[in-house]
């Protein structure tokens, strides 16, 4: 049996195109003698200078003398056409022997700069085992090389005559094995969408969460301006954790209630979470008053009851952190104030772009100010995408391993109901196609709740949707209609994330700051994946700029 790295593949969920990648690690494995290793992209990658085998090569296999297969596996259908086999990816095509090239020449970079011109061979193969090619003179791929259909049975046997098992060593085989075995650190996601069965993990390297809390004034009041993605969530849950460990009591508010629910999951029992109405309704129920969440302007009423009612020191604590505050008010900053202890420490995260109520931005006098522009959450194609949206003057900083994501681009004309709720519905089936899970997808709405053409839906075809009713219990819970697909808009799915994410309804008449700043904080949602459904004069002034 075949070395395969990393080894705990066997236990991994599998998502997107890895499922079909698991069945042929599985052939390789028995196959191949154990004399070879395979290193494989289900859940590796490297970091070092953006090379990522998860982003082509979804296999490298390495001989007993060192000699190095790039495998692509490209699943489903194909088309030949004159410019060479393609690969459809919704309303976009991309070329199967150019990607592979792209791969091929970057591996080549990485290995003269490591081992030395000369020193090494790279085969290729490309593996394509639900398709037949026609016409191997247009795939762009040695046909020796292709492994189709037709062939697939043969497999392994055409990848061990590639790479002999009988020849001399390389002398530089040792230091290969060194280079695509290089371990990663894993943190967990703290963002990661509420109830995913697997658990999706980045490695934030000089991150907010590793460094950040190594800062040392007094008074403590620390204002971090990071990017979606930056590991301000998880930063939060860590100085609740350094807090809870040193005997403190930490609380945390945010703005949105489902971010505030998903935080009260991974923060420590001890520290209180809540978001910004939530808190104000637990003291003013305290004071022996009872909101009316059946009124128009409940927020309003708790708003002006908080402000109004003494703090004792049961609701005093030594570190507060304010998650979201972009979308905070001026007049809220002293209301919470009065629950911070004399000498205690104050954290205030942001982020000024993820603005999309366009509220003036909260004045904090003397407090210092750090800031953090790299996304470490989102594909580094996808960041790209988003740079061409929201324009040159955006600091947006790659962190991800994570490449070759393909943004998909869906489109309805008219703009009825229906078309909506099927190009919806497309999107979601072209999601499952690629192997995510029904629970890795968050369907969310370009628009608010209020104008959403979805939010009435039960149902997209066979997809039950999970959706927040719009109401509240007696004691202010949100409740959610039971489905397997998540839907919310992108104003309530902020400061959380999902594999999948399928942003939909987007339209508007013009590319402008504030449909910009939703197509922003929609898309870096994604961990893996984004589709977009957009109505034409949307999609037409996104792909303009791609």
Not at 446 to 457: C, D, I, K, Q
Request: hydrophobic fraction near 45%; include cysteine; aromatic fraction near 8%.
């Amino acid at each position: 049996m075949a070395r395969i790295v990393p080894d705990d593949w066997k236990s991994l969920a599998a998502t997107g195109a890895a499922a079909r990648e698991r069945e042929t690690l599985a052939l390789l494995e028995e196959a191949l003698p154990r004399e070879y290793t395979v290193y494989h992209g289900v859940h590796w990658t490297r970091l070092h200078e953006g090379f990522s085998v998860f982003g082509e090569a979804d296999f490298v296999i390495v001989s007993p003398a060192g000699r190095v297969m790039i495998v692509e596996q490209k699943t489903g259908f194909l088309r030949e056409t004159p410019k060479g086999l393609v690969k459809v990816y919704m309303q976009t095509e991309r070329n199967v022997a150019i990607a592979l090239a792209r791969t091929i020449e970057g591996l080549h970079r990485r290995f003269t700069a490591a081992f030395g011109a000369g020193t090494y061979f790279i085969e290729e193969l490309l593996y394509c085992p639900d398709h037949i090619v026609r016409d191997a003179a247009i795939s762009g791929v040695n046909p020796a090389r292709i492994v189709d259909a037709t062939r697939k049975d043969k497999l392994v046997s055409i990848i061990r005559d590639a790479l002999p098992e009988d020849e001399a060593r390389l002398p530089c085989a040792s230091k290969i094995h060194h280079f695509l075995a290089d371990e990663l650190a894993l943190a967990p996601d703290a963002s990661a969408l509420v109830g995913q069965a697997g658990t999706l993990v980045t490695r934030l390297a000089g991150g907010l969460a590793t460094w950040a809390r190594r800062l040392e004034f007094a008074p403590f009041r620390l204002r971090v301006i990071g990017t979606a993605g930056s590991g301000k969530t998880q930063l939060a849950v860590q100085v609740m954790k350094d807090a809870v460990a040193r005997g403190a009591r930490p609380l945390y508010v945010c703005f949105n209630r489902p971010l505030a629910d998903h935080i009260a999951r991974v923060a420590p029992p001890e520290a209180k979470v809540a978001n910004y109405h939530q808190l104000c309704d637990w003291i003013v129920r305290d004071s022996g008053h009872a909101p009316d969440f059946q009124s128009s302007d409940v927020f309003e009423q708790l708003e002006s009851a908080f402000a109004g009612t003494p703090i004792d020191a049961r609701f005093q604590y030594d570190v507060l952190i304010v998650d979201e505050g972009q979308d905070f008010q001026q007049p809220w900053v002293p209301a919470l104030e009065r629950l911070l202890k004399p000498g205690g420490a104050w954290w205030w995260l942001e982020d000024p772009l993820q603005n999309l109520y366009m509220r003036e931005s909260v004045a904090l006098t003397g407090w210092t100010v750090l800031r953090e522009s790299t996304n470490y959450r989102s594909p580094r194609d996808l960041l790209g995408f988003i740079r061409k949206i929201v324009g040159p003057g955006l600091r947006l900083d790659a962190g991800s391993p994570f490449d070759g994501s393909d943004v998909s681009i869906s489109t309805y004309e008219d703009g009825q109901p229906d078309e909506i709720i099927e190009a919806t519905k497309r999107a979601i089936t072209h999601a499952l196609s690629l192997g995510f899970r029904k629970q890795d997808i968050a369907v969310l709405s370009f628009r608010g709740r209020e104008g959403s053409a979805l939010t009435a839906v039960d149902q997209l075809g066979p997809h039950r949707l999970r959706a927040f009713t719009g109401t509240y219990d007696l004691f202010g819970n949100p409740e959610y209609r039971e489905g397997d697909v998540l839907l919310e808009s992108i104003y309530r799915f902020k400061g959380q994330s999902a594999p999948c994410v399928v942003l939909t309804e987007v339209d508007f008449d013009a590319l402008d700051d504030q449909a910009a700043r939703k197509i922003f904080v929609g898309a870096t949602r994604a961990t893996m994946k984004l589709i977009v459904v957009a109505s034409g004069r949307a999609a037409r002034a996104i792909e303009a700029l791609q």
